[in-house]
């Protein structure tokens, strides 16, 4: 029996599918200019991108889908996890078959749902609905199409973070794995309209991993019998964005005031390093400010805007 035969079926109301799903519709048309159309083939079949809710409800006759990409080679699907393809979505599940695959919004189109009853469900990203894969999912839909217009003046300011950001995440150096554990990055601006903008960065970590300052102990010192994995009369300065990693992640679980000094020293070298070199008349300054979640109040967060380094690009730039 093949893949497609034993796939499970795209019922009449479309209440089996959800977002991500990839369903094996063969061809697709593109809504073209002047009453126009293209028909595509699409032998890979089509992703879907609405959203679970919208996509079950008897009311909503249209979905969104986009076109999967065949066999995409290694090096695409490690620039779309890693957000330098911005409108590649990017989906993975260890029981799926491909268990990587990738759908180019690019070419997103919205088509009737009857298009898609009777049709196999060759491949789920998304096991729960409501699960971690499904919000990872809708948030990688979403950013493609809600990112905040930052100025292209500003992104000379942001290049450094970025490309060490897209180098790392996701990898097994200390860097991008401190960095998979930062919750959120969020700037800030007194202004956005003209050059002489004034930026800090929010690093924003969970409350388990960064107790508050009020919390830390006021008589803790720069130790090896305080910090775990530090040499012995290693110095607290001129230490290296990999090494202040390092020692993040070997102090999660340990001493808690270590490791919100660790946090302090990580947010001052990611200024230093990565962003004041890119000073600029456009922006001349970029501070950094590492707090974690709990401290975060409802008025800087509506005053920050969400700075997702996987996708973060010019407009000048290619970002498909």
Request: hydrophobic share 40%.
């Given at each position: 029996?093949?893949?497609?035969?034993?796939?499970?079926?795209?019922?009449?109301?479309?209440?089996?599918?959800?977002?991500?799903?990839?369903?094996?519709?063969?061809?697709?048309?593109?809504?073209?200019?002047?009453?126009?159309?293209?028909?595509?083939?699409?032998?890979?079949?089509?992703?879907?991108l609405?959203?679970?809710?919208?996509?079950?409800?008897?009311?909503?006759?249209?979905?969104?889908?986009?076109?999967?990409?065949?066999?995409?080679?290694?090096?695409?699907?490690?620039?779309?996890?890693?957000?330098?393809?911005?409108?590649?979505?990017?989906?993975?599940?260890?029981?799926?078959?491909?268990?990587?695959?990738?759908a180019?919004?690019?070419?997103?189109?919205?088509?009737?749902?009857?298009?898609?009853?009777?049709?196999?469900i060759?491949?789920?990203?998304?096991?729960?609905?409501?699960?971690?894969?499904?919000?990872?999912?809708?948030?990688?839909?979403?950013?493609?199409?809600?990112?905040?217009?930052?100025?292209d003046e500003?992104?000379?300011?942001?290049?450094?973070?970025?490309?060490?950001?897209?180098?790392?995440?996701?990898?097994?150096?200390?860097?991008?794995?401190?960095?998979?554990?930062?919750?959120?990055?969020?700037?800030?601006a007194?202004?956005w309209?003209?050059?002489?903008?004034?930026?800090?960065?929010?690093?924003?970590?969970?409350?388990?991993?960064?107790?508050?300052?009020?919390?830390?102990?006021?008589?803790?010192?720069?130790?090896?019998?305080?910090?775990?994995?530090?040499?012995?009369?290693?110095?607290?300065?001129?230490?290296?964005?990999?090494?202040?990693s390092?020692?993040?992640?070997?102090?999660?679980?340990?001493?808690?005031?270590?490791?919100a000094?660790?946090?302090?020293?990580?947010?001052?070298?990611?200024?230093?390093?990565?962003?004041?070199?890119m000073?600029?008349?456009?922006?001349?300054?970029?501070?950094?400010?590492?707090l974690?979640?709990?401290?975060?109040?409802?008025?800087?967060?509506?005053?920050?805007?969400?700075?997702?380094?996987?996708?973060?690009?010019?407009?000048?730039?290619?970002?498909?």
């Amino acid at each position: 029996m093949s893949a497609e035969a034993a796939a499970e079926i795209v019922d009449d109301g479309c209440s089996n599918l959800r977002q991500g799903d990839v369903v094996g519709l063969k061809r697709l048309s593109l809504s073209g200019t002047h009453d126009t159309s293209e028909i595509v083939d699409t032998p890979g079949g089509v992703a879907i991108l609405s959203q679970t809710c919208d996509v079950v409800q008897p009311s909503k006759t249209r979905c969104l889908v986009a076109p999967v990409i065949v066999n995409p080679s290694d090096g695409t699907l490690s620039s779309a996890r890693k957000g330098q393809k911005p409108l590649h979505l990017y989906l993975e599940s260890s029981s799926a078959e491909p268990s990587r695959c990738l759908a180019n919004m690019e070419y997103a189109v919205s088509i009737p749902n009857l298009n898609l009853v009777g049709l196999p469900i060759t491949a789920r990203y998304v096991e729960l609905a409501s699960g971690p894969a499904a919000r990872t999912v809708a948030a990688r839909v979403g950013r493609a199409f809600s990112r905040f217009p930052f100025p292209d003046e500003v992104y000379p300011a942001f290049s450094r973070l970025r490309r060490q950001a897209q180098d790392k995440a996701g990898s097994a150096g200390n860097f991008g794995r401190v960095l998979d554990r930062v919750e959120d990055l969020r700037v800030s601006a007194d202004q956005w309209s003209r050059p002489g903008r004034n930026l800090t960065l929010y690093i924003v970590v969970v409350e388990e991993l960064l107790i508050a300052h009020d919390d830390v102990d006021p008589n803790w010192f720069w130790s090896s019998t305080r910090v775990r994995g530090l040499q012995c009369a290693e110095p607290n300065t001129g230490l290296s964005l990999d090494r202040v990693s390092e020692l993040i992640l070997k102090n999660l679980d340990a001493d808690k005031s270590s490791l919100a000094h660790l946090w302090r020293l990580f947010g001052e070298i990611v200024q230093a390093k990565l962003l004041s070199p890119m000073l600029s008349d456009e922006v001349p300054t970029f501070e950094v400010v590492v707090l974690s979640d709990s401290e975060m109040t409802l008025r800087q967060y509506q005053r920050t805007e969400s700075l997702d380094l996987e996708v973060l690009s010019d407009s000048n730039a290619a970002s498909v």
